[in-house]
């Protein structure tokens, strides 16, 4: 993918997110679907929580509760749909 911005911010959260998202695993520790898991809320939680910080020595949390939950859920339909890892 190439990203035509050229904000450095931008940059750092796309990899950071990036990151965070290819950590998850498509199941727990007992076998379970993560999206029918106890552990689902932690991941989620992994992404609303992450900070950023700006070049002003700003921290941030550019992600959302809603958009967490999202992520997380499209990351692993794709992942099983095939388009994934």
Do not use: C
């Not at 959260?13 to 695993?25: A, G, M």
Request: glycine share 4%.
């Amino acid at each position: 993918m190439k990203i035509k911005s050229k904000s450095s911010l931008w940059h750092n959260i796309i990899e950071q997110v990036d990151e965070q998202l290819s950590r998850i695993p498509s199941h727990d520790v007992d076998g379970t679907p993560l999206e029918d898991s106890i552990r689902f809320d932690d991941y989620k939680d992994s992404l609303k929580e992450l900070k950023i910080t700006t070049k002003e020595n700003k921290e941030i949390n550019p992600i959302h509760t809603t958009l967490a939950n999202d992520l997380v859920y499209d990351e692993l339909a794709t992942r099983r749909e095939g388009n994934g890892k």
